[in-house]
């Protein structure tokens, strides 16, 4: 059964990405017109879509840093700690 | 009266340990289910009796063994509770010891859990040490041996920080040992030694390389057991003597983030997990930096729902492991359609740490980020929940993708291998991914356990503005990993991290050993002939003229003497054994006369 459904969803690949950024769009336009912001902590989580673009910018910034950080001598060859 | 009768359930475990290897085979299946099952029940039937129990005297101290409270029972039940699904997970393993260490290891954690007194604390403490580095030693790879001693001396220095602060300590306080909130308010250096004791178990940076090293290399049941106890226990024990040490908080954030940053490197699965203990502790850590009744809450519930995922997440890639011999994204991929329920667990385990609403981590983490946000702590928050993004991205995303999905690296020897694991395996899989669902989706099951009850009735996670700015979090994340997933695929590199120092600092001194010390060691040896052997040698030469010429001048006159009688006897001594019998007996007949007519 998992197998089938996954198989289903690959086979739709192209779908299954169009209708996930719809999603991600319906998701801000929820948070946007309906959410009460009224647990919001700071300022800035007023701002419409803030933790959207929060969370975006999070991911982006932490793989260029961390390859970044990763491609500055930390990242080496596997036999490194052999004799 | 039962209520007077309290067993420790550290006793059970250790008891069912030594008796294990002596039990029939067809007995020993079940008897692997019910020992910590018992160990459960125990701990269950302590609920609602607070109290100090099991004190024992040891010459001039009171030891505690049996504290119960809030704390203390949280703690205790997910850990019982995680031995029964570990135990299950590891019920094919035919290796006795293996099992006895897992339940020493366990039986050191309870043991820390449920003490009132530093003693007793340090002495399960060790025990926690030495049982469960034999989980790294059973693996029994050439690597394994010294992964498995570098873990132990590790602990060791942390072991001997946390006996010198309580030495410390006990001179200062006048003889008292008890364990309990330590005076954040003034430390002192004993407070500090105590502190990095706890921050080490933690895996705090910098002392936390012992972690990812160890945790790679274990037995596949033995990294589930790892996972879930030494961090925690540490947690525990900060949460009891440390709430509200401000200097926690940098230090939780920086850890929750150096996880993140080392998992994006990583290409083993399991190494890339132990990164992400480092991270999730990092919430735990900062949680009992802020110190506030929700953060401690926040605390305990999370290291609750971590202790599952974490060991469902081990679970599914320690299955991976136990059936393809891989653990490494880079001779992985596409492996969905041979360990398609393997999959759907490992996934479980990643939306929870990830914290999807409905899943664990939903309704733990976000205490431990409210209550930051809460004392205007804002940067730890921001910081926190830039960590989550993290979490996701790695083990929701990069985990499933690289081993299920993506690019098929397998060799064809691995591919034939795959499929899902034995019963037991995915039996244990699937109660926790079971109790990572329940403890999402019905919040009273974990919060009636936490410690401050009010503040747990007045925390309500699933409001609208808590699960949309999860979810768009959540799924912009998803969002850059799809379109940077270039960047992300797996390299087939080791990443360097705090353990160089002491891995090349322990070849430094052994160059320093072979090349500086062995030089230094010939030139004194060389030196000393020339200053000393050669005047020992004369002087050696004189004394044995002088005894040659002048001693033995005036000892062989003796010496000619003795020669005299010694020959005269000789001749008396012929060697044959009739005359000496002859003689003996003529000796005695005449010692007869002379006693008969004397």
Redesign the interface.
Known sequence: M??KL?DFLRDRLSLVIRLSYV??AL??A??VL?????????AV?HIP?F??????V??????????W??HR??????D??DN | MITNFWLHPALILIVGAFILPFLPKWLKRPYLIIVPTLAFLDVLSMQGQNGTFGVVRFLDWYLTFGRVDGLTMVFAYIMTLMCIIGTIYGLHVEDDFQHIAAWLYVAGSLGVIFCGDYLVLFLFWELMAFASVFLVWFRRRPESQAVGYRYLLVHTAGGLALLAGLVLRYQATGGDLSFGPIGVGSPSISTYLIMIGFLLNAAVPPFHAWLPDAYGEATVTGAVFMCAFTTKTAIYALARAFAGMEILVPLGVCMALYGVVYAVLENDSRRLLAYHIISQVGYMVAGVGIGTELAINGTCAHAFAHILYKGLLFMGCGSVLHMTGKSKFSDLGGLYKKMPRTFVFTMIGGLSISAFPLFSGFVSKAMIVSAGFEVHNYWAGFLLTMASAGTFLHTGLKVPYFIWFGKNNCSQETWDKAADPPWNMQLGMGIAAFLCILIGSYTPYLYNMLPYQQAAAAYHPYTAYHISETMQILLFTALGFFLLIKKLAPEPKISLDLDWFYRMGGRGFFWLARKPIQWADNCVSEGYRYVGLIPLMTTANFWSWFDWHAIDGVVDGLAKTVRGIGGAVRRVQSGQLQYNIFYAVSLVAVALVIYVFA
């Open positions: 998992i197998l996954i999603g991600l998701l801000v929820w948070d309906f959410v009460s912001k009224e647990h919001a902590h700071t989580e879509g933790w959207a673009a929060f969370g975006f999070a991911c982006v910034v932490i793989i260029i840093v961390s390859k950080f990763g001598g930390i990242m080496t060859r596997e490194y700690y």
